[in-house]
């Protein structure tokens, strides 16, 4: 099990970012599509509603996974392979944000961008050591009870 503190801090960063990507997702539907844009295609109804299928089902793995790290009573009321499960998708989602900003990065000229992605992705690989450690842990006390239960 990983220091309570780092727990915490990891799941105010997911909270942070679930925070942002809500933000984010408000503004891209308030502003609306840019009308200059001379060869502006509309998105069909099925492109829409899968796009806010996958957004919906990130913040939750994101959220839920918060509540895992900073809230013992849920942790505990959760399964432990269940648990496991929530927290290796979510450090594999966040592996998969830390290399798309990677990816963005190395595509860009050093600026502002550069500092900002360097630091989401020092935040995203902060949080897929967390919920490593918790997996490493989960899977070390199972397997502890598993040799306690056959001797």
Known sequence: M?????RRIAATLLIGQVSY???????????????????????????????????IGILVVMAGGAALLAVERVREGVHGLLRTAWLVCLALGELAIAASFLAY???????????????????????AVVCAAEVRAALHALRRASVDVHV
């Open 105 to 127: 990065a190395a595509t860009e000229t050093f600026g502002p961008d550069t500092v900002i992605g360097a630091f989401a992705v020092v935040m995203s690989v902060g949080i």
């Open 21 to 55: 990507v809500v933000l984010i997702q408000i503004l891209l539907g308030a502003l609306g599509p840019d009308t200059a844009a001379v060869d502006h295609n509309a998105r069909s109804a099925s492109g829409l509603l899968l796009y806010g299928t996958v957004v």
């Open 2 to 6: 990983t220091h309570p503190l780092g």
